[in-house]
Nanobody, 115 residues
Framework: QVQLVESGGGLVQPGGSLRLSCAVSGSVFSMWWTGWYRQAPGKERELVASISPSGSTTYTDSVQARFTISRDNAKNAVDLQMNSLKPEDTAVYYC?????????WGQGTQVTVSS
């Protein structure tokens, strides 16, 4: 059973930074694609950033140059560094890991950007 546990959410002022972390257990982490999604109230869940087993990254346009996804295969962890945060970044952020037809989600962590 693969388990994902997020941490690092919270309340931050506009322009501030947060770092989200996701610990993955129960599988060969280095083989899995991982990513961060977010879901704001009344909106669909969207992919924010992803990172391949080899370290290739993708970002949605709205976070390009502000967010950085990284992974540490030795620690079975994937992080999301979020800088220059905006109120529109407010959402529940979810970590996801997938391989072949399998995918697993974390429980989510709230990020609120407000003055």
């Amino acid at each position: 059973q693969v388990q994902l546990v997020e941490s690092g959410g919270g309340l931050v002022q506009p322009g501030g930074s947060l770092r989200l972390s996701c610990a993955v257990s129960g599988s060969v982490f280095s083989m899995w694609w991982t990513g961060w999604y977010r879901q704001a109230p009344g909106k669909e869940r969207e992919l924010v950033a992803s990172i391949s087993p080899s370290g290739s990254t993708t970002y949605t346009d709205s976070v390009q140059a502000r967010f950085t996804i990284s992974r540490d295969n030795a620690k079975n962890a994937v992080d999301l560094q979020m800088n220059s945060l905006k109120p529109e970044d407010t959402a529940v952020y979810y970590c996801k890991a997938w391989y072949g037809g399998l995918h697993y989600w974390g429980q989510g962590t709230q990020v609120t950007v407000s003055s």
